[in-house]
């Protein structure tokens, strides 16, 4: 079902276990050593397309990658595990995570030298240096024994029944298969598994083992007796087989690479040793479009196509990390793996290839140009024609170099040379153009639809073709040098002006867009198409037609930034060349995206991650072409890159994203469920990944802390992201990534943890702390309270003392004084020399005095009892309305009824008393009316008549204090007093006093 590649070297019946990285030993051989087997696959009718070339790249210690890589193996999942003499790795396309040894695993053992891959998930692993075999599950490593006396476990490969069969070496050699009841030796009369390993399970279901020295053996897994077959076939060395995708089965040795003969295959030679680099030992896989690979041990690696048998060598000249080079494996995506002692290289399929013999000479850099589906490109003098499906052949040399290519739609292909234009290619071939003077750069050239040239020289502004001569085109110089050039359909001149203005000329009249005022920065290339003209600019792609133009932003769109060239094929592809590297994407997608400009666009972009894929070049003019073929031919600064229209057919793995662990206070652990961080913790730091072995660098991320943050917030390709100052509680991290062609996906991955509160940070602590503020506020309040009624006591005491002292004072001088007038006055009337008028008056004025006594003798009673806290107000009013005093008074009361502070009751009853005898003596009134209002804000009192009211100066008469008492007695409330003349004759006297001060008791 899933294979595995064992890596140490033991040597041959020696006893001791050598790592090949470390021996130094190039000629030893090492038959202990298993060859890793092939993934089981359904049986697959046809190979589908190879790629043209492959993607190398590689890991080192400089990447964190392990060195001395031993196996290989790839999970369920799609993770690469990767065994070396450091241990057990997990790589995700990113990043190497180790993987701690089982409990109690001997500190000396941690060389995994054989992995392998069951269909469960789980992952079987065995140790050098008597470590045993141990499997991963469940997240962590577990010992699965050590069968037999194992010094070493050389392979391991799974069996139909998901169980692994393993060799051993270094001491012990044999075949073990793992049942339920433990490690069952594997006994065979037909061959000696003390020299033999199982590499290989088909698809037929057949277990294939290789011996050292001896004959391959196949064994169909079934209930009957272990009783493998010998196989027709020698083995020299230590040979290795493998399953191509048509079911073929071959075995590579010394002796070469051949064909196994098998249920009716004949054995054949493919490929002979003397084409193989030397070996110590193979290890091989053949990846699903049926290439063979195999590593050597100390040659490098060599890939072979069987049908054709062409060979190639890769070693370190040829970017390898290390020839020493034994652990392969082909993945589910096309890749081919490749461990060495130094690190780790991929070999992914690609449709790029490096045009040969191609590398930039001389100043001007490369040119490039396409004509009658041919594509014509330029390298110092030198002129290339490359035909449809052939290599490039020279076809013009124009001394001293040439600074400009460019095709006509009348088949003519133009060189730009520093004294004069030459057609290279087309119906006037031969044909020469001076230039006005000696030139040093030509910026760009194009020729119209009639085939005349136009160009701009450096310094000479637009130049255009008339006749046999070069002529100069009017543009105001204020727009600056044209810099590329091209004639859209419709045959007008489209131009970039000193990277800043895009202008199309269109029969005399010149159409300017700024860049600066469109937001398009540092326009750069043209590309015409049939409706439009794509400008490539440093701030992304711009689409330019009779409606305007239409903007792709490079911040929307990041693989668009810096945009040097652009071309469509006729299968519907548009390839683009920029900062970023070589992208492909659809045609018609790209089209609709100028319509919704903020919407991903699904595209593929060949990055650095390919060192072939170079940056682009600097200057101007076509920077990308193709062919008749639909092959692409893209400049960069170290050659010429070509792409062959070619997509990968398998389908693409299914991503995983995954949150990889959380940090805080200098610790960092592994992300799970209910992850709680301790107090204190203010900030953390988020760990997380994509399991993509292909295109990892490509992906963008987007996170969001619930919580925190309102929405997305894009983290770019970030594998980490840090959030500060956060409180005590619970948040949920999530997570989304995009798919290989840069499109949001909806599944993600999520994080929930939990920062602990101190103490002073709980519920708890801020309740008990809320309920002790509301009981020393409560004591304080008590406290108040009890200040505040001690000294309302000792004011209350010191009020009734002096209404005492003033009621004794009234008794004994004014009272006692105002008696003693009357009985006088009393005396004087008992004399009978009065007149009848004079003694009733006398007796009217005695009786008034009595009056003014009696009303005395109760003030002073009053000021001797005992004063309540609040009054009615309309009862202490009332004896005005009845003292039998003319005009009468009529007392009204509205509102709810509520009792007024005593202080403010004699105030308010002192003014009434003073504004009512006021009417009653100067206002000639027929009614007086006292009106009571107790609002809840406001108690409102007021005195009105309808006598004849103020005239003149009467309400400030010298003499008259009635008035300014009024209003002195209402500034001592607080209150607001208004006297007037009201509105239909007769004063009024209005008293506003606020309810929290007239309700206070």
Not at 849 to 854: L, N, S, T
């Amino acid at each position: 079902m899933t294979h595995t590649q064992g890596k140490l070297l033991p040597l041959w019946r020696g006893g001791a276990v050598v790592l090949f990285a470390l021996c130094g030993l190039a000629g030893l051989a090492a038959p202990g050593a298993g060859a890793p087997p092939v993934t089981v696959q359904p049986h697959a009718a046809q190979q589908p397309a190879p790629p043209p070339a492959w993607q190398h790249r590689s890991w080192t210690a400089r990447d964190h990658a392990p060195r001395f890589v031993q196996s290989l193996a790839q999970d369920r999942d799609g993770f690469l595990w990767v065994g070396s003499v450091e241990g057990l790795f997990r790589f995700d396309g990113t990043t190497f995570e180790a993987v701690p040894p089982p409990p109690g695993h001997p500190r000396a053992a941690t060389a995994v030298s054989a992995l392998a891959a069951a269909p469960d998930g789980s992952i079987w692993l065995g140790y050098a240096g008597r470590g045993g075999v141990a499997v991963y599950r469940d997240g962590r490593l577990h010992d699965a024994g050590r069968p037999g006396d194992a010094a070493e476990i050389t392979s391991i490969t799974i069996g139909p029944d998901g169980e692994p069969w393993i060799a051993v070496g270094d001491g012990e050699h044999a075949v073990y298969r793992h049942t339920a009841g433990g490690w069952q030796a594997m006994i065979a009369p037909t061959f000696d598994t003390n020299e033999a390993e199982p590499q290989l399970l088909s698809r037929q279901g057949d277990m294939w083992f290789v011996t050292w020295g001896g004959q391959p053996f196949r064994w169909p897994i079934g209930p009957g007796p272990f009783h493998p077959t010998a196989v027709p076939l020698t083995v020299s060395g230590g040979g290795a087989m493998m399953q191509t995708p048509d079911d073929a089965l071959y075995l590579i040795d010394s002796q070469g690479l051949r064909r196994v003969p098998d249920r009716g295959a004949a054995a054949r030679l493919v490929v002979p040793g003397t084409a193989l680099p030397s070996a110590n030992f193979y290890r091989a896989v053949a990846d699903p479009f049926g290439r063979i690979w195999a590593t050597t041990a100390i040659s490098g690696l060599v890939a072979i196509w069987p049908r054709s048998g062409a060979v190639e060598r890769i070693g370190e000249e040829q970017g390898l990390t290390s020839d020493r080079a034994s652990p392969i494996l082909a993945d589910r995506d096309g890749n081919v793996w490749v461990g060495t002692e130094r690190g780790l290289d991929r070999f992914s399929p690609s449709p790029l290839r490096v045009l040969p013999n191609m590398a930039p000479r001389g100043g001007s850099g490369l040119l490039a140009t396409a004509q009658g589906g041919r594509v014509y490109l330029a390298n110092d003098a030198a002129v290339y024609q490359i035909d449809p499906d052939q290599a490039p052949r020279p076809l013009a040399q124009v001394p001293p170099w040439v600074m400009g290519l460019c095709a006509g739609a009348n088949g003519d292909v133009w060189a730009i040379s520093p004294d004069h234009a030459q057609v290279v290619a087309g119906p006037h071939r031969g044909q020469t153009l001076p230039m006005p003077r000696h030139v040093l750069e030509v910026k760009d050239c194009a020729a119209d639809a009639s085939g005349a040239l136009w160009l701009s020289p450096s310094g000479l502004g637009l130049l255009h073709q008339v006749g046999a001569r070069l002529e100069p085109v009017a543009l105001d110089p204020r727009l600056g040098q044209p810099q590329s050039l091209a004639f859209d359909r419709q045959g007008r001149l489209v131009m970039i002006l000193d990277r800043r203005t895009i202008a199309r000329l269109d029969h005399g009249a010149l159409s300017t867009w700024d860049g600066s005022k469109i937001g398009f920065e540092r326009p750069g290339t043209l590309s015409v198409r049939a409706d439009d003209v794509l400008v490539g600019g440093t701030t992304g792609l711009l689409r330019l037609d009779d409606k305007g133009v239409q903007i792709l932003d490079a911040r929307d769109h990041p693989w668009l930034f810096d945009t040097r060239g652009v071309v469509s094929t006729a299968a519907g592809q548009t390839w683009l060349i920029g900062y970023h590297g070589l992208s492909r994407v659809s045609t018609a997608a790209l089209t609709q995206a100028f319509a919704n400009p903020t919407r991903p666009i699904p595209h593929v972009t060949f990055d650095d991650d390919d060192r072939r894929i170079a940056l682009p070049q600097s200057g101007s003019g076509e920077q990308i072409v193709r062919d008749g073929q639909d092959r692409v031919f893209a400049l960069t600064r170290q050659g010429v890159l070509e792409a062959l229209p070619w997509a990968n057919p398998l389908p693409e793995t299914r991503f995983s994203l995954f949150v990889r662990a959380l940090g805080a206070n200098g610790h960092e652990w592994p992300a799970r469920p209910g992850l709680a961080l301790p107090v204190g913790t203010t900030q953390v730091t988020i760990r997380y990944g994509v399991l993509d072995l292909a295109t990892p660098a490509q992906r963008r991320f987007r996170v969001r802390l619930g919580g925190l943050d309102d929405g997305w917030v894009a983290n770019g390709t970030a594998q980490d992201i840090s959030y500060a100052n956060l409180a005590p509680g619970t948040y949920r991290f999530d997570v989304q990534t995009t798919d290989r062609e840069g499109a949001w996906q909806p599944q993600g991955a999520a994080l929930t943890f939990t920062i602990r509160a101190a103490f002073w940070q709980t519920t708890w602590f801020r309740l008990a702390v809320a309920a002790l503020v509301l009981f020393v506020a409560q004591a304080l309040y008590r406290q108040r309270t009890r200040v505040l009624i001690a000294r309302a006591k000792a004011k209350r005491e010191g009020q009734i003392a002096e209404r005492e002292r003033i009621a004794r004072e009234l008794h004994d001088t004014l009272l006692q004084g105002v008696q003693g007038l009357i009985l006088r006055f009393q005396a004087v009337a008992a004399r009978g020399a009065l007149d009848r008028t004079t003694r009733a008056e006398l007796d009217a004025a005695l009786e008034r005095g009595d009056d003014v006594v009696a009303a005395a003798r109760d003030r002073v009673i009053d000021l001797r009892s005992p004063a309540p806290n609040a009054v009615d107000l309309a009862r202490a009013l009332a004896p005005l309305c009845s003292d039998g005093h003319v005009p009468p008074v009529m007392l009204r009361c509205s509102g709810k009824p509520r009792t007024v502070a005593i202080a403010v009751a004699e105030e308010c009853v002192a003014i009434a008393h003073e504004a009512v005898a006021n009417a009653r003596r100067h206002a000639q009134a027929q009614t007086i009316t006292i009106a009571l209002h107790h609002g809840r804000r406001m108690l409102t009192l007021r005195i009105s008549d309808d006598g004849v009211g103020f005239t003149g100066a009467t309400q400030d008469a010298a003499g008259h204090f009635g008035l300014i008492g009024m209003r002195e007695r209402a500034a001592t409330l607080g209150a607001r007093i208004e006297i007037r003349n009201g509105a239909t004759g007769g004063v009024v006297v209005q008293l506003q006093v606020p309810g929290r001060r007239a309700y206070r008791a």
